[in-house]
């Protein structure tokens, strides 16, 4: 009978060639990370299930993997509360941990637990897994990476454009032409009050986030079901769509006169967009009033990043957070970061075809041998290669030198020594170039030089 092998949706393998290819993303952000003067942290995969729950939004909140508790979980719950399916309630019994969301919250927790062991302000760059319980489909998983970077412990802007500047590098240095969105929590605060309802900035920014996936018409649905006044939620439809790019600061400025932390959010967004002027920024920047990020802990500048030349969402994020820490009794440290979808960026990369070819040669030169004593032969041969720094394989068994070719092949590695009878008996060694199928004869000494000038 046959087994049926599965992994849970929104999970995958990674084959060699994808595993290459990722290390390639990490590798190309992490470098860029580092020349900003960003320093490496780790959290753990598990987090207390408190330090998570109300951090994202109801709707956030939904989507994490809780992890039941060890032994008998269900002993401290009674009948009665099975019967109510309180799902909090029951949950707050059966579990006490849970996979994180996202590094951000980790990240607070992680600066309040070692405040007195880290520099202010603290520039952290971190790039590890999370998981959401979220509904799988293209571009979207259960399991992902993230490349976080974020400084924490400084209200100054210049943090904002250095980020800023920092998603411009990274998107230059792959390749992809993207558009940098910005906009402000502070100037959807002010809409708040502007048409009155200053108490649902959260339901607001929710069901807005929403809009490029269901359109306004369910977003004002939402906002409906939320309570907001429909004559409410046609003054926020009128800024939002029928405002252009050449206006939208004079019709702002208008329509917040009467708010204060309306205007200040102008001002900021102004003042960033200044700054990038005496930048070379490649990507185009452009001001989104309807930008809004769904999360709860965003207080000012937010972020997203979507590709030009493919529709696949957002492939990075974030904003600005002044109260995040405070959820763990650290006040007053407002922080910044944004977050790389790596898997997203993979698949645009892959779409779009932009993966440097050679980046997934893992060997360089395959050693394919024949005869008695072939291998003791190459033994110190490879050992050499590898000492001078190229990759290096021995086939581990004297099959034909068709089979050891068609996995050079297979491998896509750009040269294979060949090791035979002739070749150990006269010390001239046969290099075969797979591309162009050339072959040339060489001295054993003059084989770490040969393969150093043929694979530049």
Known sequence: MAVNI??????????????????????????????????????????????????????????????????????????????????????????????????TVPFARYVVMHRNEITFPFKRYQIQPVWRADKPQKGRYREFYQCDVDIIGSQSLLNEVELIKIIDDVFNTFGINVTIKINNRKILAGLAEAIGEPDKLTDIAVAIDKADKIGWDKVKLELLEKGIKEKNI???????????????????????????????????????????????????VEFDITLARGLNYYTGAIFEVKANDISIGSNCGGGRYDDLTSIFGLKDVSGVGISFGADRIYDVLNELNLFPENFANSTQVL????????????????????????NAELYPDADKFKKQMTYANNKKIPFVVIVGTDEMTSNMLTLKNMDTGEQMKINKIQIVNTLINNLK
């Open 367 to 390: 050693f394919a041998i024949s005869g008695d004593n072939a291998e003791e032969y190459c033994l110190p041969l490879v050992d050499e290669v590898r000492k001078a720094g190229i």
């Open 234 to 284: 046609s003054k926020l439809f009128d800024i939002f769509t029928n405002t252009n790019e050449n206006d939208v600061f004079s019709k702002l400025i208008s329509s917040l006169s009467n708010s204060e932390i309306g205007k200040k959010g102008i001002t900021e967004v102004q003042q960033i967009i200044d700054y990038l002027t005496h930048l070379t920024i490649k990507s185009k």
């Open 6 to 103: 599965a992994i849970p949706k929104g999970t995958r393998d990674f084959l060699p060639l994808e595993t290459h290819r990722r290390n390639y993303i990490f590798s190309t952000i992490q470098k860029i990370f580092q020349l900003y003067g960003f320093v490496q942290i780790e959290t753990p995969a598990i987090e207390n299930l408190s330090s998570l729950m109300g951090k994202y939004g109801e709707e956030g909140d939904k989507l994490i993997f809780k992890i039941l508790n060890s032994g008998d979980f269900l002993k401290e719950l009674k009948a009665d509360d099975l019967e109510t399916k309180n799902v909090k309630q029951i949950t707050s019994f059966i579990s006490d941990k849970a996979l994180r969301y996202d590094l």
